[in-house]
């Protein structure tokens, strides 16, 4: 067994160093010199690639265009909104100065205190305000809206404790910004961008989640509404993998961005945000992986089939190699990627731990005695199980079981997901039980004292009000006041 | 005519003024409110994502992954290697510190003095330093080598006067960085990226360039040879498309990367670096666009194909959309990017105007008579030639006009550009012919101070050592001294 393999920590002893061990020896990230900002690797970055992918292709498909806005915002921008500026003010990098100079002894350098700014630049941790200085200058009339588009981009928040893509100061995503006639088509719109994210966490991630709303002391800071996905991972913690937010009017009335309406009267613009970030890679490896390595959904993982010849003599490996090369070529005529790995320098053994915790969904392994046999193993990362099949009709027979796989691993997360929703009414047993994790559906008052008073007690919050639950009204359970609805209360990342 | 395209200045009577104008009339970019900083426009961006796409490929088929190094470097890690920190230290945004707070009367924020980091960081102007010091982790034997990571991402440099895509303070850009065994491995990578560059600039683009090797003077900061693509504008200047640099062992010392050889022995590392930028959009725009708007390359094009339905009469417009549709159908199966234009806002001949400004490199439009004819119209934007062909077989003949269109700019601007290039040996006659532009092949000796001494004189600059020239040694027309070859000289952007 790989030496790797056999140090990675096992979710029962340590949850969190096992995901942390994960990271490193998976090969997908790693911390960098600059405190909490991430190396993202090969391996980890061609998963966001794939994940881009796939949803810029959703994105293009409701009308957004792509775009690109500066990374770099005035400090006076962000004071326009006040809400906003006090929910990130406190975790902004400062640029104050645009030079270095030789320090006097001429070893290093130094911040040349002639080059200062006169206003001081923030690296931006979301662009609504640079974004919206601009569109005044893009929207005039009804006839320019609506208007929608997206960055893929950097963002930097100076968080102070971190985690590989879970938190880190500066971490890659995408957000959207569009801009309406009407509140109706702005609320619309943010709750579309939602679906599209549920469906590409489920249909790609594999990753079931629940949609709802925001309470308002968990809302972006300048929205009127923010729409969640949230997760469940393997500890039953809760993570926000996704946000829509309804802006209302705020940064359009902030950056005085209107436009005439038909009866050529000035209205004030009608905005939303959405933005998923590297951050979902975290919710990927946390849902499906095992003590043996990563379990990767098929619909995103780098390598989709890896194929090794076992063979001990350079005749063997040649015969082997040239019964799989047609096989090769089928796979990949089908978009299926493969990777042969016929490098002599690591024994089978190695190699199939290697992609065990790399999560390759599908391995392929085919010896001599195969040949003679017209038969092919065929192992399943997300089971495990290995199979012996008929060489004959493998490209389809792969081809069906990356279907399966990719369906079997949403069924299983979705089965764990909902064997730990629970509905609770009593507030002793919720404190007992929250400890062990899981989605607690829960009568709630509305009021932030009452959500103060759970997240103090327990460190649970309020996760959403639950679009898909049939709501009605009762008591909540912490205050004894009456309650209109259920929300989801979880311990979460 | 649209009131836009009267309004675009003449190539003949600014050719400054007419490129600014064209970047903004044409959608692609604008002035940010940050100095120096813009904003790309969808249709800019478009442009942008159509030519990371293609470059992405190329590099991933020569074995380069993609990775994604942290935005911000430690201030010391400059300092690390002598040349690099004098090349960017003058131009460097610098993050002093992490947090604002709320300004004494409450209505701003101002920089809070006690979150002041205990080392600036400086915001990316390239990444050498931060990826060498992660590499001296990843490479340890000869088996880790060779190691080729690519990023795509934004980098800064405080520049003091910008021109939109040419020369502004963000940019975005890709950066690739090898890591190799030997020097005659990295030399070669260098060189095979250039190649790259050139088949992309020349088949994509269509634009000429020459390759070529740069004076030390010209180098990047820190290496030991700069490979260039230098391309040339329409107004005779030369334009630095992409630059591949071999690094020597400069960085791997500096950050001591080193590896054990086949015979266990330490070496250290050998690098390489290469990238291009958006620069390229205004390469793109200043090679092929006129007085009418942009030209673009249907290889880049984010609309190859515009058809615009003529018709006064609902039923009219009816007719001719139910006679488009199969060809709409039959051009994007071939994988042609069309735009249906049947708005009834705007008249067909501002919709022309309007597609001619953005370069869309063909036209079809479409009347009541064509039906009856069996005609359709055809416009192609390089030339502005106009002709009605029968509608019998139109998808065919578009998708050729589009390889005769993409044929034919690169032609024009090869022709162009081959016309101005002079050998010349006499300064006299170089210092006056070089204000017209045009890249002059003269002998140099070799020397900083003739080097300097022209500079001086003319604003011109060598450009490079060309690689496809038959070169004879000669004598410096500035110095007469013994030159070994001839460079390019010329000025530029």
Same mark, same amino acid.
């Given at each position: 067994m790989a030496k790797e393999l056999k140090e990675l920590t096992k979710r029962?002893?340590n949850y969190s160093q096992w995901y942390n061990d994960l990271i490193v020896k998976a090969d997908l990230a790693e911390q960098s010199a600059v405190?909490g900002c991430m190396v993202i690797k090969p391996y980890g970055y061609a998963i966001w690639e794939k994940m881009q992918a796939?949803?810029?292709?959703?994105?293009?498909?409701?009308?957004?265009?792509?775009?690109?806005?500066?990374?770099?915002?005035?400090?006076?921008?962000?004071?326009? +909104?006040?809400?906003?500026?006090?929910?990130?003010?406190?975790?902004?990098?400062?640029?104050?100065?645009?030079?270095?100079?030789?320090?006097?002894?001429?070893?290093?350098?130094?911040?040349?205190?002639?080059?200062?700014?006169?206003?001081?630049?923030?690296?931006?941790? #979301?662009?609504?305000?640079?974004?919206?200085?601009?569109?005044?200058?893009?929207?005039?009339?009804?006839?320019?809206?609506?208007?929608?588009?997206?960055?893929?981009?950097n963002?930097?928040?100076? +968080?102070?404790?971190t985690r590989p893509f879970l938190r880190t100061?500066e971490f890659l995503?995408?957000?959207?910004? #569009?801009?309406?006639? #009407?509140?109706?088509?702005? &609320?619309?719109?943010?709750?579309?961008?939602?679906?599209?994210?549920?469906?590409?966490? %489920?249909?790609?991630m594999?990753?079931?989640?629940?949609?709802?709303?925001?309470?308002?002391?968990?809302?972006?800071?300048?929205?009127?509404?923010?729409?969640?996905?949230?997760?469940?991972?393997q500890?039953?913690?809760?993570?926000?993998?996704?946000?829509?937010?309804?802006?209302?009017?705020?940064?359009?009335?902030?950056?005085?961005?209107?436009?005439?309406?038909? %009866?050529?009267?000035?209205?004030?613009?009608?905005?939303?945000?959405?933005?998923?970030s590297t951050r979902l890679i975290g919710a990927l490896i946390m849902t499906h992986s095992d003590d043996n390595g990563l379990v990767l959904p098929p619909k995103l993982a780098p390598i989709q089939v890896v194929i090794i010849?076992?063979?001990?003599?350079?005749?063997?490996?040649?015969?082997?190699? &040239?019964?799989?090369?047609?096989?090769?070529?089928?796979?990949?005529?089908?978009?299926?990627s493969v990777k042969y790995d016929d490098s002599d320098n690591k024994r089978p053994g190695f190699k199939f731990a290697d992609y065990e915790l790399k999560g390759v969904p599908v391995r392929?392994?085919?010896?001599?005695?195969?040949? +003679?046999?017209? #038969?092919?193993?065929?192992m399943?990362r997300d089971?495990l199980?290995? +199979?012996?099949?008929?060489?004959?009709?493998?490209?389809?027979?792969?081809?069906?079981?990356?279907?399966?796989?990719?369906?079997?691993i949403?069924?299983?997360?979705?089965?764990?997901?909902?064997?730990?929703?629970?509905?609770?009414?009593?507030?002793?047993?919720?404190?007992?039980?929250?400890?062990?994790?899981?989605?607690?559906?829960?009568?709630?008052?509305?009021?932030?004292?009452?959500?103060?008073?759970?997240?103090?007690?327990?460190?649970?919050?309020?996760?959403?009000?639950?679009?898909?639950? &049939?709501?009605?009204?009762?008591?909540?359970?912490?205050?004894?006041?009456?309650?209109?609805?259920?929300?989801?209360?979880?311990?979460?990342?």
């Amino acid at each position: 067994m790989a030496k790797e393999l056999k140090e990675l920590t096992k979710r029962a002893e340590n949850y969190s160093q096992w995901y942390n061990d994960l990271i490193v020896k998976a090969d997908l990230a790693e911390q960098s010199a600059v405190r909490g900002c991430m190396v993202i690797k090969p391996y980890g970055y061609a998963i966001w690639e794939k994940m881009q992918a796939e949803l810029d292709r959703m994105f293009k498909e409701t009308g957004v265009q792509n775009a690109y806005f500066p990374l770099l915002i005035p400090k006076s921008f962000l004071s326009r +909104e006040a809400e906003h500026v006090k929910g990130f003010a406190k975790e902004c990098a400062v640029v104050t100065h645009y030079r270095l100079k030789s320090s006097e002894d001429g070893n290093s350098v130094v911040v040349d205190p002639e080059a200062r700014l006169e206003e001081e630049l923030i690296v931006r941790p #979301t662009s609504e305000t640079i974004i919206w200085n601009t569109y005044k200058n893009w929207i005039h009339s009804y006839r320019d809206l609506p208007l929608m588009c997206n960055q893929w981009c950097n963002v930097m928040r100076w +968080e102070m404790r971190t985690r590989p893509f879970l938190r880190t100061s500066e971490f890659l995503w995408q957000e959207g910004h #569009t801009a309406h006639a #009407t509140r109706e088509e702005a &609320e619309a719109e943010a709750q579309k961008m939602l679906k599209v994210y549920a469906d590409f966490a %489920e249909n790609f991630m594999a990753v079931p989640v629940l949609q709802g709303v925001k309470s308002e002391t968990e809302r972006f800071a300048g929205a009127l509404d923010t729409y969640t996905i949230e997760a469940m991972m393997q500890d039953g913690k809760a993570l926000q993998s996704g946000t829509s937010h309804f802006l209302g009017q705020n940064f359009a009335k902030s950056f005085d961005v209107t436009f005439l309406n038909k %009866e050529n009267k000035p209205e004030y613009v009608w905005a939303t945000s959405w933005g998923v970030s590297t951050r979902l890679i975290g919710a990927l490896i946390m849902t499906h992986s095992d003590d043996n390595g990563l379990v990767l959904p098929p619909k995103l993982a780098p390598i989709q089939v890896v194929i090794i010849p076992i063979a001990n003599k350079p005749e063997q490996r040649e015969a082997v190699t &040239e019964k799989l090369m047609p096989v090769i070529t089928e796979l990949r005529k089908k978009g299926i990627s493969v990777k042969y790995d016929d490098s002599d320098n690591k024994r089978p053994g190695f190699k199939f731990a290697d992609y065990e915790l790399k999560g390759v969904p599908v391995r392929l392994a085919m010896g001599a005695r195969d040949i +003679e046999n017209g #038969t092919i193993e065929v192992m399943r990362r997300d089971t495990l199980e290995k +199979e012996t099949v008929s060489f004959e009709g493998i490209a389809e027979y792969v081809e069906k079981l990356l279907v399966d796989v990719q369906q079997n691993i949403f069924e299983k997360a979705r089965k764990y997901r909902d064997e730990h929703v629970y509905e609770c009414d009593n507030y002793e047993e919720f404190k007992e039980r929250v400890k062990d994790g899981g989605f607690f559906l829960c009568h709630w008052d509305g009021t932030e004292e009452t959500e103060a008073k759970i997240k103090e007690d327990t460190q649970a919050t309020i996760r959403c009000v639950p679009f898909a639950y &049939e709501q009605t009204p009762g008591v909540d359970m912490v205050s004894g006041k009456p309650a209109k609805h259920r929300v989801i209360i979880a311990r979460s990342y």
